[in-house]
Structure formats: structure tokens, C-alpha cells
């Protein structure tokens, strides 16, 4: 049960570390990049932000081949 509990505390740290990036990213203006969808009528609002995870995309590739290099 103990090793359980760990789990969860870790899952949850990991929630509230990428929050705090999607809250860092958003007033930068990530989110809202030319390309992004948004479709707005009446109350319903459908956002999808693919230049954004275009962006994300590379970003976090060219990081990603930067650590492996380093193995």
C-alpha cells in the first residue's frame, strides 16, 4: 500500500509541475499562435491549437535529441 501511495504523490507532483508550464506557456502567448483553431458560436467554444503543437512538437524533439546524445 505504501509504494501505492508514493505513486500517487508522484503522479500528482507531475500534475502541478506541467500546470505551472501551462500557465507559463499561455501568458507567453503559446495557445494562441496564427493557425491555431477556434470555432466560437453561441456558449460552445472549440479550441484546437495545432501550430502550437506543432511548436511543442519540435521543441521537444530537438531537446530530446539533445539528452540522447549524451548517453
Not at 507532483?13 to 508550464?21: A, E, K, N, Q, T
Request: aromatic share 14%; hydrophobic share 60%; net charge positive.
Amino acid at each position: 500500500m505504501e509504494s501505492l501511495g508514493r505513486f500517487f504523490v508522484i503522479i500528482g507532483l507531475i500534475f502541478i509541475i506541467l500546470g505551472g508550464f501551462l500557465i507559463i506557456l499561455q501568458k507567453v502567448g503559446l495557445g494562441k499562435l496564427p493557425g491555431d483553431i477556434v470555432y466560437q458560436k453561441g456558449n460552445f467554444t472549440f479550441v484546437f491549437p495545432i501550430v502550437t503543437c506543432i511548436v511543442l512538437s519540435i521543441i521537444l524533439s530537438i531537446i530530446l535529441n539533445i539528452f540522447s546524445r549524451f548517453k
